[in-house]
């Protein structure tokens, strides 16, 4: 407590009176005032700590009075107050437009502040409310009365989902460092009606819902209700607009459907595959006129048991919008079909229906049935064979081709075997259509003696109509006759020759002897290293580096010939330089008598031009400037025959004397060094394994060896691929052989030997022959192949080196135009040069590249022999590429686009 002494009050009584009589001046009339307000204060103060003390003592006494329950509640209203406090009610707007909302359509939640932008922390559920995502903001000023106000706008969206009440329980709101929480809104949904009239002008319709003018429907096109397994069954889905109604699919239809594979329809049409391109139509339903949009497709069970789906489409509706209703209607529901320059807004709309119900049964057990085409359907099927009188060594074919309703993806052609013919592996081709399609199987037989024979071949299918199996029979006896063709007798080979004789004969295939292309070679062609990137590599970088070097020395003088013109002092330093070792001989050959003469005409000018200094700089000033003590006294003397440096080095005699004995020394070294070798050389080759003659006296496997041995995969000889190759001709690997002659080909694609015997297998396994030419585009790869590829990459360098020196030469050029027609032609030219290599490494020189070496060879769907054979067999020699190596399996690819996984020994690649 503060106490005030009583002596304050007697001052203040004293001065009081002493202002009332006026018995002193302004000045101490000024301080008494100063004086009594103090005391007042002071007065002011000690009654209120009075008042605050009897007021603490009072609480104090009061708490120590309350429980702890009571201190309790006490605590928790402190924090239930304080929690109010900070989601209070503000100052936060909130509307909802429009009013009444529309179910299905996005309806708008305005928050407005005056603070922050209003932010929802977190949304709530509710009944028939869908809520999207994002927020759009934006920021309105005012000034009333010179008084600035903003209001910040947050606008949230949502779908009410159905109709009737629906209310939007409290949110919270951030707003700036606040935390709101809203109250809870409630408002009305109800679906658009549309006034729709008949087209006939009889009846009308009106207050429609938008599900009763916009809907989508799913029918099976059969009138059966139980489907086989693997039958292919048309369907199609149909989305009716009424006439006059904005509307636009956004999607393909969704089908939710398992157990079911779909017809594929990617080649009509890229978009779906599981559809036809969509049609458009007109319909009347109920007096209206619709806008038809038909999808069609089709599919086959793969699972027995009952099947549904749902499908699912989604739509974009153009609605005018609400705020031109006042102006066309007093009536609160839509009228959708106004002018067409009224304002509108798009609407989703998700259009549903389900697939028909059907159960898909299981085919009955195939066993007994005769070469089953695994055909499902009603098909019109017919055997038949291209010639009844057949010749040894002449090809026939024999051809099963049908149409029909039903799926042609599950075709498998038959195994056709007959006694004394060579049957190659059958060629299919289908057209697919859905529902529908037709199919053509080619058997190529080549007859291999004379007789008669019978071809036996049924084959059936699955007819749902008749729910069971079909047999179409083909019977017919062929005669074989022997043939007058001297090349059939050839082509007819299947195996290997039986004697040498049967090889060399006078028979003639375009002209030719047999012989005369069966013979070795003699001189080897020498390496080509692998890969091929290697053989040239040193050229091709010194011919792309020389091109830019080039260029780049020819600016680099032009550019130092305008710097010199532009810059005297320089020039004159450059040319001293050059002339420096001039002005030495001059100096060495100069006598003693001359060096004062000398020093005063060249050195001293010449010194001048090296340090930039003006010409006429005497020899007493040149001497100043330089730091050089000894040159310096040299030019002022003017004669110093001591300056003149000496000759060194050896003599002519003794520079020829050590010439000499370097000579012998080398030439001593290179007779040591050649001896051995041309000893081992004679030796070697009286004691070597000579295969010409072996190969002339039928020795083929010996000679064979010999070609493997002196074979280096990894810079393979050309010639010895030949060579090797027409051993494995004569001993009756033809596929091998067309393996050699590939590679010899591919390494030496100019030689007309290598072509000539790579042809004569190509006819036996009848391949189309290497380089014949059909067409422009056969012309084109034969002109590609004439180079290997690191061939082409050289001629590519050449041509960059040429642009190169066309740049370097650029300035002498007679016109511009010359210049740029030149560069702008080898710029071409080396581009095109460059598409060759890159061409043949994705083709004929690719590494996935391999041909089959084993006769009629099976193919899997997976790497085991156990699993499922394909419906396919490649030939002997057939090209391939491999697309996967997996363990001692190969998943190969065939020319006409055919896969299946064969063993690792089955072929050989092009390149190993």
Same mark, same amino acid.
């Given at each position: ?7 304050? *009050? ?29 005391a ?6 000690y009654?209120?700590?009075n ?57 708008r939640?305005q ?13 709530p559920g ?6 999207r995502q ?22 949230y ?5 159905? #109709?009737?009440?629906l209310?939007?329980?409290a ?32 009846? #009308?319709?009106?207050?429609?819902g =938008?599900n %009763? ?5 799913c029918s099976l096109?059969t009138d059966?209700?139980s489907?086989?397994i ?24 969704a ?20 559809f ?15 806008? $038809?949009?038909t999808?069609?497709s ?29 102006s ?11 002018s ?20 898909? $049964? ?7 049935t ?13 055997t ?5 009188? &057949? ?25 056709l ?18 529902? +529908?399609?037709?199919?053509?199987i080619? *058997? ?32 017919r006896?062929?005669? !074989? #006759?022997?043939?007058?063709n001297?090349?059939?007798?050839v ?17 003639k ?7 005369d292309?069966?013979? =070795?070679k003699?001189? =080897?062609?020498?390496?080509?290293i ?11 970088l ?12 020819s ?12 810059d ?38 010449y ?29 002022r003397?003017?004669a110093?025959?001591? *300056? ?11 520079l ?6 370097s ?24 004691q ?8 002339n006296?039928?020795?083929?496997v010996? $000679? ?11 810079a ?22 067309l ?6 080909l ?10 000539e015997?790579?042809?004569l ?8 022959? $290497? ?28 041509v ?8 370097a ?24 040069? &460059?598409?060759?290599?890159?061409s ?14 084993i006769?009629?060879?099976? !193919? ?5 022999? +156990? ?31 055919? %896969?299946g ?6 072929? %050989?690649?092009?390149?190993?």
């Open positions: 407590m503060i106490n005030l002494p009583a002596q304050i *009050y007697n001052i203040i009584i004293s001065q009081v009176a002493c202002l009332r009589e006026r018995r002193v001046s302004r000045v101490t009339r000024l301080q008494l005032g100063l004086d009594v307000a103090t007042l204060c002071c007065r002011a103060l009654r209120f700590q008042i605050m003390y009897k007021t603490i003592s009072h609480f104090n006494n009061t708490v120590h009075a309350l429980s702890g329950r009571v201190a309790s509640l006490l605590v928790l209203s402190f924090l239930l107050f304080f929690s109010l406090q900070v989601f209070s009610a503000s100052d936060i707007n909130m509307t909802i437009t429009p009013q009444p909302a529309m179910v299905g359509e996005p309806v939640l928050l407005i502040s005056s603070e922050d932008y209003p932010e929802v922390i977190e949304f509710a009944e028939g409310i869908s809520w994002g927020v759009s903001k934006s920021m309105q000023t005012s000034i009333v009365n010179f008084k600035r106000t903003s209001a910040y706008i947050a606008i969206e949502f779908v009410p989902e159905k #109709e009737g009440e209310k939007i329980p949110l919270k709101i951030q707003c700036g460092k606040k935390k709101t929480l809203t109250d809870p809104v409630t408002f009305k949904a109800m679906s658009r009606k549309y006034t729709v009239s008949s087209n006939d002008g009889k009846t #009308e319709k009106k207050n429609a =938008l %009763e003018i916009l809907f989508a429907k096109l059966r209700k489907i086989y693997g039958e292919e069954v048309s369907f199609e889905i149909k989305v009716y607009g009424v006439r006059g109604l904005d509307f636009d699919i956004r999607s393909w239809p089908i939710g459907m398992e157990n079911v594979a779909f017809h594929d329809f990617s080649s009509t049409n890229p978009q779906n595959g599981h036809a391109s969509a049609q458009t139509s007109n319909e009347k339903v109920n007096g209206q006129i619709f806008n $038809v949009y999808f069609r089709a599919f086959r069970p793969i699972a027995a048991g009952k099947l549904s789906g749902k499908i699912d489409i989604s739509c974009v509706v153009k609605i005018p919008n609400d705020s031109r209703r006042s066309r209607s007093s009536d609160p529901f839509e009228d959708m079909f106004v067409p320059f009224a304002n509108y807004k798009s609407v989703e709309q998700n259009l549903s229906c389900r697939f028909p119900e059907f159960e898909a $049964v299981s085919l009955p057990d195939p066993s007994g005769v070469n089953y085409l695994g055909l499902i359907g009603n098909w019109k099927i017919k038949e064979i291209s010639q009844e009188n &057949l010749k040894t060594g002449e090809p026939a074919t024999l051809k099963i081709s049908g149409s029909g309703e039903g799926t042609i993806d599950t075709l498998k052609a038959p195994e075997r007959l006694d004394g013919f060579r049957v190659y592996p059958p060629e299919t081709k289908k057209s697919p259509a859905p529902a +529908t399609g037709s199919f053509e080619r *058997y190529v037989m080549i007859p291999l003696q004379e007789g008669s024979t019978e071809i036996n071949l049924p084959v059936s299918y699955f007819s749902t109509s008749a729910g069971k199996y079909v047999e179409v029979p083909f019977n006896k062929l005669k !074989v #006759e022997k043939s007058d001297p090349q059939a007798s082509v007819s080979d299947s195996g290997a020759p039986t004697t040498t004789q049967a090889l060399f004969t006078d028979k295939i375009n002209g030719k002897k047999i012989n292309i069966l013979y =070795l003699k001189n =080897l062609s020498g390496q080509v692998l890969p091929l990137w290697k053989n040239h590599i040193i050229l091709i010194f011919l792309f580096i020389l091109g830019p070097a080039l260029w780049g020395f600016e680099f003088r032009h550019y130092r010939r305008l710097r010199l013109e532009n005297p002092v320089l020039r004159r330093k450059i040319n001293a330089i050059a002339r420096k070792n001039k002005l030495l001989g001059e100096i060495r050959r100069s006598g003693p008598e001359k060096m004062h003469a000398m020093i005063q005409n060249e050195v001293v000018p010194l001048n031009d090296l340090m930039g200094l003006p010409p006429g700089t005497s020899a007493t000033e040149l001497a100043g400037k330089i730091k050089d003590g000894e040159l310096s006294a040299l030019l003397s003017g110093d025959s001591a *300056y003149m440096p000496g000759t060194s080095g050896s003599s002519k005699s003794d020829r004397s050590s010439l000499l004995a000579l012998k020394k080398f030439s001593m070294l290179l007779v040591l060094f050649m001896l051995p070798l041309s000893l081992f050389s004679e030796l070697s080759t009286d070597q394994f000579n295969p010409l003659t072996a190969y006296h039928g020795e083929f010996k $000679v064979a060896e010999f070609y493997r041995k002196q074979l280096d995969m990894n393979p000889d050309p010639a010895l691929l030949y060579n090797l190759g027409n051993c494995l001709y004569q001993i009756g690997e033809p596929a091998r052989a393996v050699m002659y590939e590679r010899a591919h390494l030496s694609p100019r030689d007309s030997d290598i072509r015997n790579l042809n297998v190509h006819r036996k396994f009848m391949l189309p022959e $290497v380089g014949s030419i059909d067409s422009p585009k056969d012309l084109i790869v034969f002109a590609r192949d004439l180079l290997r590829p690191d061939e082409w990459m050289l001629i590519a360098a050449i960059w080196a040429i642009a190169g020196i066309i740049l030469f650029r300035r002498r050029f007679a016109s511009e135009a010359r210049f740029y027609t030149s560069i702008t032609a080898a710029v071409m030219v080396f581009m095109l040069i &460059l598409t060759a290599p890159f043949q490494s994705t083709t004929s020189y690719s590494p996935k590249t391999a041909y089959a070496v006769k009629n060879m099976q !193919v899997y769907l997976l790497p085991s022999e +156990t699993s499922r054979q394909t419906d396919f067999r490649i030939n002997c020699g057939e090209k391939l590429f491999i697309e996967e190596e997996r363990d001692n399996w190969l998943r190969v690819r065939t020319d006409n686009g055919s %896969e996984w064969i063993k690792g020994d089955s072929a %050989e690649r092009l390149m190993k």
